[in-house]
């Protein structure tokens, strides 16, 4: 058969389609209805080639001239919603879309006429770009049907979230029909019906190209669905994540409420999975952990200080934005999460028990954060968003520490750089005995006043969102060992294997630069395992300080009077209850900003404390009579040793004798 020979081939098509007729006359055919079937439907096709074969090249022109859809161009947008409404009438009107959407390629005929003829090599790239065009058309005419589904599942989850009774592994047979909830599982079939009514026909569509990108329906609704989740998931946790007030219970209400709610979203996701003919957990957790990445990307850029536009991030469109004005900060859920954290634990009003792991109010002695309240936490944002928080509570610590260094550098001026200079000389030997040790550093405490007021709080606040940052990496590492215990061995041997390899080999630069790409990688996992130890991060590199040791020195002396031991929980408090800096946060802080510079600056420090301990015993508790003095400058030199041991216990470093002999450690103690 040739198409050029219409008349051979019209009359060849009905000998064919008559001997099919006397074929069907055979008793074994006759009696077979599926054979039947199949030649009935051969004849209709050959009948369908005889109307085609007899369509003459004129009469195509013809309809090419009267179909043309190049004047449409500028008025589609315009039967975006007429379209729309007709799907959402009857869902398989989208199976005749199929043909417009066909048509729409002429559109591209204008515009691509004079670039054929020029022989243009930007032929490719402007078909390209009106093919996208074209494209982005048939995906928000099409995204009716998602947006229908969703309207639907929003039902589904209530009734799985609410309605639906957990069934127990046994079920008494009295108590059968109560379980059986034959009305729920009623409108549950007739949403899921609804459902199926409204993806048939995309899912019955076949691939067909537009200009010259091919459209898959089976993606393009993938994709419809992927951008009504998205937006499903940030008004469910944009809506609960709102707190007005600082409140435990509120806090874990909320949770609460939201963790159910986001759990019967994913139920609700996984019943209909095989309806849609999609991996619904898997587009789940592909499109939340990618919303909590847009979102810590943007509270990060906030914390900056050269900042980027949201259209200067370049995330993908379909992904909803807050709205950012002025020096707004916090202005996610997750921003919102991160602070509600903060006030949670303010330092003015609560204090922390470590071997608790627990914060505590100062006035009604009720805990305000536990790790149970962070396991809540986990439940609702996941990993990828408790890991985001720690990311932004990071940036918190990196501001705190740029402004305690500033504000170092500021103060220093001559009067004090003299001070210090002269603390330098005078105590350079530091295994020697200074006499007169208090009256040295008087001077400096003075002039150091205004500095040591203005720092105290950075630390403070540094201390406190570290000791946050640690619940969060030990609630991550728990998950992870008891939830992937085989990924957490693994990289528990991948990262001793990488320590040993930096710590024992000789590397080459090519070396280092790849291995620099692993490290990063690997860490990036790390995290996401608890992996991780906030106190002893670098988080950045400052250049050094004159006289630093001796610095902290000094704010160690002006601030140690203000706390005191508890016996009972073995730990340092504030003397007095109306002090607004926690002992344990500012110590925690001050740690944490050495770990930032040289670790001889550690050293020296512990060194200038041990030295000015053994001084003061050498020299002024032999002398002094008065008993009043002597037990204020015994309680001084106490606290000055239990500093001592608070910083080398966080920092990991092991007592020695040189910095303070353990027998007057041992005498210090029995005296208290």
């Given at each position: 058969l040739a198409y050029t020979d219409s008349t051979y081939a019209g009359r060849k098509i009905q000998q064919l389609i008559k001997a099919l007729e006397d074929v069907e006359q055979y008793h074994l055919i006759e009696n077979n209805i599926q054979v039947k079937q199949y030649l009935h439907d051969i004849r209709q096709n050959m009948r369908q080639m005889i109307r085609v074969v007899n369509v003459k090249v004129q009469f195509l022109q013809l309809i090419a001239q009267i179909s043309d859809f190049a004047y449409s161009w500028q008025v589609l947008k315009d039967y975006l919603n007429l379209m729309q409404e007709q799907i959402k009438l009857s869902p398989a009107n989208a199976l005749l879309l199929r043909a417009t959407f066909m048509k729409l390629s002429s559109i591209m005929n204008s515009p691509m006429v004079r670039i054929i003829q020029a022989n243009s090599p930007d032929l490719l790239s402007v078909s390209k770009y009106y093919s996208g065009e074209l494209m982005r058309f048939v995906k928000e005419v099409l995204q009716i049907i998602p947006k229908s589904v969703f309207e639907t599942l929003e039902d589904i989850i209530v009734l799985l979230a609410t309605k639906f009774k957990k069934i127990p592994q046994k079920i008494p047979r009295a108590e059968l029909k109560d379980y059986a909830q034959f009305e729920e599982r009623t409108l549950m079939a007739n949403h899921v019906h609804q459902i199926c009514v409204y993806t048939q026909s995309i899912l019955a569509m076949e691939t067909y190209l537009v200009g010259v990108i091919e459209v898959n329906p089976?993606?393009?609704?993938?994709?419809?669905?992927?951008?009504?989740?998205?937006?499903?998931?940030?008004?469910?946790?944009?809506?609960?994540?709102?707190?007005?007030?600082?409140?435990?219970?509120?806090?874990?209400?909320?949770?609460?409420?939201?963790?159910?709610?986001?759990?019967?979203?994913?139920?609700?996701?996984?019943?209909?999975?095989?309806?849609?003919?999609i991996y619904g957990l898997k587009i789940w957790q592909e499109e939340f952990d990618k919303l909590i990445n847009v979102y810590i990307d943007i509270e990060a850029n906030l914390l900056l200080k050269t900042r980027m536009t949201i259209e200067e991030l370049e995330y993908e469109d379909y992904i909803p934005m807050p709205k950012i004005t002025g020096e707004t900060r916090f202005v996610t859920f997750l921003g919102r999460l991160v602070r509600v954290l903060i006030d949670l634990t303010d330092p003015k009003r609560v204090t922390y028990v470590d071997y608790c792991l627990t914060f505590?109010?100062?006035?009604?002695?009720?805990?305000?954060?536990?790790?149970?309240?962070?396991?809540?936490?986990?439940?609702?944002?996941?990993?990828?968003?408790?890991?985001?928080?720690?990311?932004?509570?990071?940036?918190?610590?990196?501001?705190?520490?740029?402004?305690?260094?500033?504000?170092?550098?500021?103060?220093?001026?001559?009067?004090?750089?003299?001070?210090?200079?002269?603390?330098?000389?005078?105590?350079?030997?530091?295994?020697?005995?200074?006499?007169?040790?208090?009256?040295?550093?008087?001077?400096?405490?003075?002039?150091?006043?205004?500095?040591?007021?203005?720092?105290?709080?950075?630390?403070?606040?540094?201390?406190?969102?570290?000791?946050?940052?640690?619940?969060?990496?030990?609630?991550?590492?728990?998950?992870?060992?008891?939830?992937?215990?085989?990924?957490?061995?693994?990289?528990?041997?991948?990262?001793?294997?990488?320590?040993?390899?930096?710590?024992?080999?000789?590397?080459?630069?090519?070396?280092?630069?790849?291995?620099?790409?692993?490290?990063?990688?690997?860490?990036?996992?790390?995290?996401?395992?608890?992996?991780?130890?906030p106190l002893k991060k670098i988080y950045f590199t400052p250049d050094p300080i004159d006289h630093l040791p001796i610095i902290l020195f000094v704010f160690i002396l002006n601030?140690?009077?203000?706390?005191?031991?508890?016996?009972?929980?073995?730990?340092?408090?504030?003397?007095?209850?109306?002090?607004?800096?926690?002992?344990?946060?500012?110590?925690?802080?001050?740690?944490?900003?050495?770990?930032?510079?040289?670790?001889?600056?550690?050293?020296?420090?512990?060194?200038?404390?041990?030295?000015?301990?053994?001084?003061?015993?050498?020299?002024?508790?032999?002398?002094?009579?008065?008993?009043?003095?002597?037990?204020?400058?015994?309680?001084?030199?106490?606290?000055?040793?239990?500093?001592?041991?608070?910083?080398?216990?966080?920092?990991?470093?092991?007592?020695?004798?040189?910095?303070?002999?353990?027998?007057?450690?041992?005498?210090?103690?029995s005296l208290k």
């Open positions: 089976k993606e393009i609704l993938e994709d419809g669905i992927r951008r009504e989740l998205i937006k499903l998931i940030y008004r469910f946790l944009d809506k609960a994540l709102v707190f007005p007030t600082a409140d435990t219970n509120e806090y874990v209400q909320k949770l609460n409420s939201l963790s159910d709610c986001l759990e019967g979203f994913k139920k609700a996701l996984e019943y209909i999975q095989d309806f849609l003919n505590y109010d100062l006035t009604t002695n009720k805990e305000t954060l536990s790790m149970r309240h962070i396991s809540l936490l986990r439940k609702c944002v996941g990993v990828a968003g408790l890991s985001g928080i720690d990311k932004l509570l990071s940036f918190l610590v990196i501001g705190h520490l740029r402004i305690i260094t500033k504000t170092i550098r500021q103060s220093c001026d001559a009067p004090m750089l003299q001070a210090l200079a002269e603390i330098a000389e005078k105590t350079k030997s530091l295994n020697n005995f200074v006499e007169a040790i208090d009256k040295l550093y008087a001077k400096a405490r003075s002039l150091m006043k205004t500095l040591v007021a203005n720092i105290v709080p950075s630390f403070v606040q540094i201390g406190q969102i570290i000791i946050l940052r640690q619940m969060i990496s030990l609630e991550l590492n728990n998950a992870g060992r008891i939830n992937s215990s085989l990924l957490y061995d693994e990289l528990s041997n991948l990262n001793r294997s990488i320590l040993l390899d930096v710590y024992q080999q000789k590397h080459t630069p090519e070396k280092e630069e790849a291995e620099n790409h692993m490290i990063y990688e690997v860490s990036r996992i790390m995290t996401y395992m608890g992996f991780s130890e601030t140690a009077g203000s706390v005191m031991l508890d016996d009972r929980l073995k730990m340092l408090v504030r003397k007095n209850k109306k002090d607004e800096n926690e002992p344990s946060f500012m110590f925690l802080g001050l740690t944490c900003f050495l770990n930032q510079f040289h670790e001889s600056n550690l050293k020296l420090l512990f060194a200038l404390i041990g030295q000015y301990i053994r001084s003061l015993i050498n020299y002024n508790l032999l002398t002094i009579k008065d008993n009043k003095v002597l037990n204020d400058l015994l309680g001084d030199v106490f606290m000055l040793s239990i500093v001592l041991d608070e910083m080398m216990r966080l920092r990991d470093v092991k007592r020695r004798d040189d910095y303070v002999p353990i027998d007057i450690v041992t005498h210090l103690n």
